[in-house]
């Protein structure tokens, strides 16, 4: 996989059954859902494509909330060159089992993005 592509992207949900109806009656969408993750489902919109998921509606994720994921093989590196560029890194790494290792930040125009160094295979 090429470096900084867009690799998913998360939605907000208030209601994770209406989301998933939807879009699998309008885009034919699979799902899957991680209960243990705070009622977290994931989806894919094609073999090969980029996927996403459902992110609960919070304080933190308000209704209309989109998150954009950019890969990347070296988180490390690309946030020291977000915060020289004048970005804001807004939450450290976060492992996720068998996926990676995210971390969130702010654009100069307060556009809210997230990395993502995917596990090794």
């Given at each position: 996989?090429?470096?900084?592509?867009?690799?998913?992207?998360?939605?907000?949900?208030?209601?994770?059954?209406?989301?998933?109806?939807?879009?699998?009656a309008?885009?034919?969408?699979?799902?899957?859902?991680f209960p243990d993750m705070?009622?977290?489902?994931?989806?894919?919109?094609?073999?090969?494509?980029?996927?996403?998921?459902?992110?609960?509606?919070s304080?933190?994720?308000?209704?209309?909330?989109i998150?954009?994921?950019?890969?990347?093989?070296?988180?490390?590196?690309?946030?020291?060159?977000?915060?020289?560029?004048?970005?804001?890194?807004?939450?450290?790494?976060?492992?996720?089992?068998?996926?990676?290792?995210?971390?969130?930040?702010k654009?100069p125009?307060?556009?809210?993005?997230?990395?993502?160094q995917?596990?090794?295979?």
């Open positions: 996989m090429s470096n900084h592509k867009f690799v998913h992207v998360e939605l907000s949900s208030k209601d994770q059954a209406a989301m998933k109806k939807f879009y699998d309008v885009f034919g969408w699979e799902f899957q859902d705070g009622d977290y489902t994931t989806f894919t919109t094609g073999e090969g494509e980029m996927g996403g998921g459902f992110n609960p509606v304080d933190d994720n308000p209704p209309g909330n998150v954009l994921y950019i890969h990347t093989d070296d988180l490390a590196g690309t946030r020291a060159k977000i915060q020289a560029g004048g970005g804001m890194i807004l939450m450290d790494d976060m492992d996720i089992p068998t996926v990676g290792t995210m971390s969130i930040f654009d125009s307060d556009n809210v993005i997230a990395l993502l995917p596990v090794e295979m």
